[in-house]
């Protein structure tokens, strides 16, 4: 059974970064598209960015030039680079594959307020 582990939030300040991580047991990475979501209080989960097969990633607009996928397949961990923070990243953060989706992890939080 494949489990996900995300962590790194916390709480920042605008204008700072983040590294998060997901980890993945039970399957290997390099074999999907991997997708980091958010899910805000009050709104429905929403896809991020998408990293794919040959590494080439996709990122909704609002957060495009600053936040950046990648991952290592040895480690299986999916990373999530997050700079120029601002109060509407404020959210629950996942990742799961890009479709068919695993069972969720519990996420990470991450809280940018001043």
């Known amino acids: 059974q494949v489990q996900l582990v995300e962590s790194g939030g916390g709480l920042v300040q605008p204008g700072r970064s983040l590294r998060l991580s997901c980890t993945v047991s039970g399957s290997i990475i390099s074999l999907w598209a991997m997708g980091w979501y958010r899910q805000a209080p009050g709104k429905q989960r929403e896809l991020v960015g998408t990293?794919?097969?040959?590494?080439?990633?996709d990122y909704v607009d609002s957060v495009k030039g600053r936040f950046t996928i990648s991952r290592d397949n040895a480690k299986k961990t999916v990373y999530l680079q997050m700079n120029s923070l601002k109060p509407e990243d404020t959210a629950v953060y996942y990742c799961?594959?890009?479709?068919?989706?695993?069972?969720w992890g519990q996420g990470t939080q991450v809280t940018v307020s001043s």
């Open positions: 990293i794919f097969i040959d590494d080439d990633t």
């Open positions: 799961n594959r890009r479709n068919n989706y695993w069972s």
